[in-house]
């Protein structure tokens, strides 16, 4: 059993500085779960912790159900990818897979089997006499998930693995090691700053901020019901539009966004209940790129006129950045829609998945999913 | 015409270098009453070298050199490396014990010369070549300490992480991963651990004897009341380059190794 539970985990560096404070967390057995978060989160700190290659300063750590604070990492059976792949330099590629299985005593015809097996899982078969610095990235990358398959740890731990690869070798290392999760089954625990890694190949994902853990939940969950601004902000590509409104109340009951004096945005009636207490009150309105559209398809969808100050192409896409108002927003169009900068179009706002958060404190304003 | 003005003063910054040992050597193979002539080569003689041999037993001396060069190095390397392994991943006794490390550098060797000298004595080990070894050892080893430290900080700890969540353990890991890789630094700097000692000439002085002296000892004893014989000096000089001259060949390729390397991207 290889559940791994962080209760109140916490790591602190100095009298009152903490990387990593009060994480609460259980992973249960076979599950992937990422960690995502930018720069300096904690993230890493978290991984290492649970590795056993950083110290614990309060709360505990569960592997299987034991208590694993003070354990070394040899002796906690799981397998580190780290961003580097930290392979061995003066030994083979068939070596450095080898190497674990060497130190917990197997024999020879054993690590033999093994070590071919991993390599034939991995395409590394041709490659195993060869050293570290004679291979690709690529190549380097399947070696040290090689060598961690190989162990056969009850857990995978994964420190930023795909981040040295480029975009294409991403993609493809991304359905390859989702696919080897499914096929070895084992408890996953990535760490990674892409969020299209964290939205594809997790069970769970674990978004942090500055030493805290801010939510957990399946990616589509997390993505559709953010607990903050932050999480709202950071799960979408390009940002979700985050604008100053303030709630207001008509006289028949129906409630509105002022966003600017003459811009505004109806409520849908199904979120009335949720957003009644605050009305009169200012508000910070959520608004997706992607719920932005250049043809208004469905007729509750509500116009704006935007001012169009840049257009990015990408080929599959295109996102606009504009001004609505004074305020500055970003959508999501379709590929064939280019207008130029300065031209003054109308787009349509889809209010049903719009999120209202409070503005002092960015947490969510709740409301029934959709 | 500034390139030529370049090359000029760069040719004449090599002549001031390398003319003077190539005199050296010119002198060592040209007998004792032609060594002032003005001719390059009047007649080439090995007598300066035979009579370094048989007269003033240089054999023995080239020998103590080896011995105690080798010897003090020897010692040091397992205390430098694990020094500096220490300082370099550890931050043992954090910035204090680097400073004190560097500041037993500062420290002029006359000063601590005659303080040896009393030691040894202590000891029994004076005028002999286990106390110069010892006193050798002791003085480069901040030296490798610290161009080791500089080396180990260059490794990427994700090697050693590695190999601990692989089944090492802290000491494991150093032993079967970091020292392998780092046999080019540590060959560096034992080169450079026998150069120093090679070349050292006031703690050789004070603390040898006369049948434990070393090279630079020896040439400076072949000054004598009746002037110096410069054949013969040039040709112990000579002599005494030549291990120096492999030693650096063989640095200078593992400095650079050692400098640009890089096992993780």
Redesign the interface.
Known sequence: MASIELDRVSKRYLENAYSVQDVDLKIEDGEFVIFLGPSGCGKSTTLRMI???ESISSGELRIGGHNMNKV???D?N???V?Q???????MSVFQNMA??LK??GADSSEIKRKVNDAAELLGLGSLLSRK??ALS?GQ?QRVALG?AIV?EPQAFLLDEPLS?LDAQLRAEMRLELTRLHRRLGRTMVHVTHDQIEAMTMGDRICIMREGRLVQSGKPLDVYANPADTFVARFLATPPMNLLPARLSKSFDGALSLEVESHLRLTIPIRHLPAYQHEAGKPVTVGIRAEDIYESQLDPRWQPIEVEVTSLEALGAENILTGRWGSLEIAARLGRRFLPRRGDRVTLYVDAEPVHLFYPETGKVIPRPPL | MRKFGLHLGLLIACALIILPPLWALRTSLVPESMSYSTDWFPSLTLDNYRSLFERNHFLTYYANSLIVACGSVLLAMPFATATGYAFARFRTGGRLARFVVLATQMLPPVALVLPAFALLRGAGLSNSLTGLVIVYAALNLPFLTWILMGFFEGI?A??E?????????AW?AFWR?VL??SLPGLAAAAVLGFILSWNEFLFALVLSGPSTATIPVALAALQTSNGIQIGKVSAGVVLAIVPLMIGSIFVQRFFVKGLTFG???
């Open positions: 590795a056993g290659l070394s990492p040899r906690r799981i397998a580190v780290f580097s792949y930290a392979l061995y330099p003066h190497f674990g130190m917990r570290p610095g990235g380097r060598r162990r040295n | 990427p994700d090697l992480w590695a190999a601990m969540t692989d089944g090492t353990s494991g991963i392998p890789i096992s993780v991207k």
